[in-house]
């Protein structure tokens, strides 16, 4: 049988998504045991390609003027999973992320269109999540490598998003498994889709 396993990552900085996404993407439970080394799609609504600029704005952050350009945008990917419903995909945030900032903005987005054409699709929603008191450590390791530290200057919206995350998780239709990145691997991943039954369409 051939594994197409549709996953979508959510959750605020600091819960290792990226890490996460990319050991997923060559995991052998999820994409199979490979002779060779081959890519296979890893796509994120972080993407900041709505703007020439460094940590401009894009499918997360868009401006009120860009929402048409941001729907449209789901649109394509939406369509495109359609299209190729029978390959592996491995989102590192998507719609949940972006009605998250959004609605820190004052403005409210429904993407119930979006998850009733992702459900048959057999996507899931893996919310990365670390208990509150673990943020202070994982923002020393990330300050090592971060290109923006003053980003994480404070941890309180981290912790707030994680909480309204978790929020939108729970009114989601899509299946949804909360990942504690401090004590789960993408082994972990693997198992729950494999008894959730979402390896294969």
């Known amino acids: 049988m051939k594994l197409t396993p549709k996953v979508i990552l959510e959750g605020t900085r600091l819960t290792g998504k990226t890490d996460l996404a990319f050991a997923l993407n060559e995991h052998p439970r999820l994409v199979g045991h490979r ?35 941001a729907i449209e945008t789901y649109e394509t990917w939406v369509r495109m999973f359609e299209l190729q419903r029978y390959y592996s995909w491995i989102v590192d ?83 949804v498994m909360e990942l504690d990145v401090s004590s789960q691997t993408a082994d972990d991943v693997a198992d729950w889709l494999d008894e959730q039954d979402l390896l294969t369409l």
């Not at 994120?44 to 997360?60: D, H, K, M, Q, V």
Request: hydrophobic share 35%; charged share 30%; net charge neutral.
């Open 35 to 69: 002779r060779y080394r081959y890519h296979s799609p890893l796509v994120s609504a972080e993407w900041c390609g709505f703007t020439n600029e460094p940590w401009g704005r894009g499918l997360i952050n868009f401006a009120p003027e860009e929402t048409a350009q």
């Open 93 to 175: 945030r998507f719609h949940l992320s972006t009605m998250a900032y959004q609605a820190r903005q004052g403005r409210d987005l429904d993407f119930g269109w979006l998850e009733e054409r992702l459900k048959p699709l057999n996507f899931a929603i893996v919310l990365c999540t670390r208990p509150e008191d673990t943020f202070e450590q994982a923002r020393e390791e990330r300050l090592k490598i971060s290109a923006k530290p003053e980003q994480y200057a404070s941890l309180e919206p981290f912790i707030e998003e994680q909480r309204q995350l978790r929020a939108l998780a729970a009114r989601s239709i899509l299946p």
